[in-house]
């Protein structure tokens, strides 16, 4: 639920905004009298749900609680609102357009008509100049609400972190940082895929800025990034991201690993990772699939891969590593999978469904024994999970999870993958007894010479994000990349 108070008068007490609904959430706004609302409430005019989808609302201190609210802004067809962030003089929108995150700004105060349905093409918006191949953006700290400079983090798996401060007033940007990376060349520099007026910017210390220092570098003459989308087993079409060095790749016998996650809504994080560098010049293709149940487009490419529809997540990171064999992306006897926590109920669910279709696996605090964890209601977040997985307690729930649940589902006597399974003794989130389990019922179950491939390492200091520390993490990266080497090899050296 959503409360408010009156800053000029905090003895006043809490305001609730609208009564709990399942599913449905409002994000608030003040700016000089009014609310702005992003929510997915069913819209007010034809009492009918908005889909799933935001859609942004404004109403008057006053009628914050009347259903009064003047729809502003809806979800066009091809764009979704994910966020907000409100200034003096603009508004900051985070949407969702074709599948590629953007960001713009509107000037404030709006002016519209509440009888007609608008959406952000109609508010005349500036979006901020962005990379072509940009996968991630991530607001920096914008805390002056009388700044009319919004800052941004850019990140892309072939683009070094860079900070950038757009100023929505001139509509103007300027680039303040981009982490320094020695000793990989194609070094280059690039221009924004669009709104390319907008290059040069004046700086209020400095008269104009030289038009070929506003330019981002990145290193996509030497690695290739690629956006696919692979069509699953009912028709939808699935995200997935391939990265690899453009010398060192062969194609149809390079190996490769896949990453997954596909839970709680979230986006699989593919920014920029310099330890990444060393597997790639060694010919390893690297992909990222965004299957059902992660983040999309709208939330409900979330829902379709929850609850009982939770099976999509684990087709589709199947016909996503399908595809990398059948398109000689990867060799078909070189393709590994690596989940972290509830990414590895679907790298798990694959394994047990296809145990020939991976030859490596990395499992990192796995989140496993779906069904004993679930009915055990003392864990910590096994209330909050039953919106996300389901509640076993309920029948239909309960044959739905145990269908899928990897360690109910171990194919007896099959030839399953290497698998590296790493746990945290202090591991608040996922118990490290789930690991421990796994690696105990795979070796007992599959075939004697698959099961002394099966490694269990347990940190017993460490919690569910490991240790603390630049070093240990690199430590711990080197460790699993060894594990992929020994198992798969480099392309000269099957």
């Known amino acids: 639920m959503v409360y408010v108070i009156d800053a000029a008068n905090p003895l006043g007490g809490l305001l609730q905004i609208h009564e709990r609904v399942c599913g449905i959430q409002y994000f608030l706004e003040h700016h000089y009298g009014f609310f702005y609302i992003l929510t997915n409430a069913p819209l007010s005019e034809n009492n009918e749900c908005s889909g799933g989808n935001y859609y942004l609302a404004k109403c008057s201190v006053e009628d914050i609680q009347s259903a009064n609210w003047q729809n502003v802004i809806l979800p066009g067809g091809d764009m979704s609102l994910q966020d907000m962030d409100i200034y003096n003089q603009h508004l900051v929108l985070s949407v969702n357009k074709n599948g590629f995150p953007m960001l713009c700004s509107v000037n404030l105060p709006i002016n519209f008509n509440h009888k007609h349905q608008m959406e952000v093409d109609d508010l005349n918006p500036w979006y901020f100049p962005l990379p072509s191949n940009l996968c991630t953006v991530v607001p920096g700290s914008n805390h002056d609400f009388m700044s009319s400079v919004y800052r941004v983090v850019l990140s892309s798996p072939v683009m070094p972190d860079v900070i950038v401060d757009y100023d929505m007033s001139r509509q103007k940007y300027l680039i303040v940082q981009q982490e320094e990376v020695k000793g990989v060349s194609g070094n280059r520099t690039c221009l924004p895929a669009y709104d390319a007026d907008t290059f040069r910017l004046q700086n209020e210390k400095e008269n104009v800025l030289d038009f070929e220092s506003e330019r981002w570098k990145d290193f996509s003459s030497a690695y290739c990034c690629e956006r696919k989308e692979v069509v699953s087993y009912d028709g939808v079409r699935i995200p997935l991201t391939i990265l690899y060095a453009q010398k060192s790749w062969q194609k149809g016998q390079s190996p490769g690993v896949l990453h997954g996650y596909g839970a709680y809504g979230e986006v699989l994080e593919k920014s920029w990772c310099s330890n990444r560098l060393s597997l790639l010049d060694c010919g390893w293709v690297v992909a990222f699939v965004d299957v059902r149940g992660g983040g999309g487009d709208d939330s409900s490419w979330h829902k379709s891969g929850s609850g009982l529809n939770k099976k999509n997540s684990v087709y589709d990171f199947v016909a996503c590593a399908d595809y990398l064999v059948n398109e000689g992306y990867v060799h078909r006897d070189r393709v590994g999978a690596i989940g972290f926590s509830a990414g590895c109920l679907v790298v798990g669910a694959a394994i047990n469904m296809y145990p020939d279709l991976f030859r490596a696996a990395i499992l990192k605090v796995p989140f496993l024994d779906v069904c004993n964890t679930l009915l055990d ?61 796994w690696v105990a019922k795979v070796r007992d179950s599959t075939c004697f010479e698959c099961s002394r491939a099966v490694i269990l390492k347990a940190n017993m200091t460490g919690g569910h994000f490991g240790e603390g520390g630049r070093y240990v993490q690199c430590e711990e990266m080197a460790y699993d990349y060894a594990f992929l080497m020994k198992v798969l090899g480099t392309w000269n050296n099957k």
């Open 377 to 437: 209601p003392s864990l910590p977040l096994t209330i909050l999970d039953y919106e996300e997985f389901g509640n076993p307690q309920i029948q239909s729930q309960f044959e739905s999870i145990l269908s899928y649940s990897p360690y109910d589902n171990v194919t007896c006597d099959a030839c399953y993958p290497s698998m590296l399974v790493t746990a945290s003794f202090n591991d608040s989130r996922v118990g490290v007894w789930e690991a421990a389990k």
